[in-house]
Structures are given as C-alpha cells and as structure tokens.
T-cell receptor
C-alpha cells in the first residue's frame, strides 16, 4: 500500500449517529491534515497535526473531533452532524518545511 | 477580494487543443505554487510544483508563475480526453507549511474526443 489511504470511501449517517473516518499515510511524512471539500468552494482546512500534536484547529465545530495516535494515522470522529456537513472529507500529509500536500481519495459523507 | 481567484469553468475544448488554466492571487508573500488535478470521485493529485517566478515543463504540462502580476498559469499541450478533470491551483508562503496552503476553487475541464 502506498500514498494516503482513506476509509470508508462513502458514508451515509443520520444526524444522531456517531461514526469515524480513518486515514493512513505510507509516505513517512510528519504532518497530517483534514480538509473539507464542498461543491464549487475552495478546500477548507480543518485540522493540522505535526508530529502527532495538533497545531491548527480552523474554528471547526466541536461535532468534529480529530485524533492522531501516531504520525501515520489520523481519525476524524463525527457526532450529531448537520445536513450542511455533507461533503468530501480529504486527508493529506506532507513533510513539514519542504513538500507539497499529498491527498487521499477522500470519504464522501452524506448526512440525512 | 478572495485570496486566490480561479475561473470555475466548465471549460470544454476539442482533443488536441492547447489548454490554458489560470489563477490570480492577492498575497505577495506567496512563494510556492502548485497545480493539482482531481478526477471525479478521487482526491487531488499533484501535477506541478514550482518556486518563485518562471516556467517549469513536464511532458505536455507547463507551469508559469508571474509574481509581478500575481498570476499563475498551467498550459496543457495536445490535450487528451483523459485530461478531463478539475484543476486546482494552490500556493503557500515562504515557510511552505501545510497549514499555510491556500487553494483556488478549481476549474473543471472537459476535453472532447
């Protein structure tokens, strides 16, 4: 397995459900990110982790909760989401100070 | 004014055409410039990565950066139907840390056989 892997690829959940998105990077990078991509809007940075420490929380609602147990794995825990949270959630990694972002294929989330 | 502007398209061209995709930006501190290609139901894939002004060529793709005009371009020669995708420009400042990346909304390109 190479690159950045995200699971699941698709997720449909009700507003009262709790679910988690998973990301794994096999590139040896030391930084990982969660982005939200909505139709016709620029990518929105949600969270950044450097060496497992959260360094950025871009005013994201508390119904999104990130977890980074090590530099290769990143989770996004979801609870009591709203329909407007439906979007493509992208995980990315990079080597701090010297490389562009490398993205996974995303999780398409639909909140009903 | 948005930090990065990009025409969302859609842009339709015949196969074999030369395609020009463009972004303008307002922050003169940007030093690193990237183009990503995103196919439907996939994540963005890095196409070109350049530093400061000038041109960079990779096969059928050429990236141009004009910092004096705050304008970047991606040219695709001999376009193919497989080039049909959304193209995102991205840029970052001197420290090139991931949290400083700013993306355009993307231009959707269709290359017709």
């Amino acid at each position: 397995e190479t690159g950045v892997t995200q699971t699941p690829r698709h997720l449909v959940m009700g507003m009262t459900n709790k679910k988690s998105l998973k990301c794994e990077q096999h590139l040896g990078h030391n930084a990982m990110y969660w982005y939200k991509q909505s139709a016709k809007k620029p990518l929105e940075l949600m969270f950044v982790y450097n060496f497992k420490e959260q360094t950025e929380n871009n005013s994201v609602p508390s119904r999104f909760s990130p977890e980074c147990p090590n530099s290769s794995h990143l989770f996004l825990h979801l609870h009591t989401l709203q329909p407007e949270d439906s979007a493509l959630y992208l995980c990315a990694s990079s080597q701090e100070g010297g490389s562009p972002l490398h993205f996974g294929n995303g999780t398409r989330l639909t909140v009903t | 004014q948005k930090e990065v502007e990009q025409d969302p398209g859609p842009l339709s061209v015949p196969e074999g055409a030369i395609v020009s995709l463009n972004c303008t930006y307002s922050n003169s501190a940007f030093q690193y410039f990237m183009w990503y290609r995103q196919y439907s139901r996939k994540g963005p894939e890095l196409l070109m990565y350049t530093y400061s002004s000038g041109n960079k060529e990779d096969g059928r793709f050429t990236a141009q950066v004009d910092k004096s005009s705050k304008y970047i371009s991606l040219f695709i020669r001999d376009s193919q139907p497989s080039d049909s995708a959304t193209y995102l420009c991205a840029m970052s400042g001197e420290r090139n840390y991931g949290q400083n990346f700013v993306f355009g909304p993307g231009t959707r390109l269709s290359v017709l056989p």
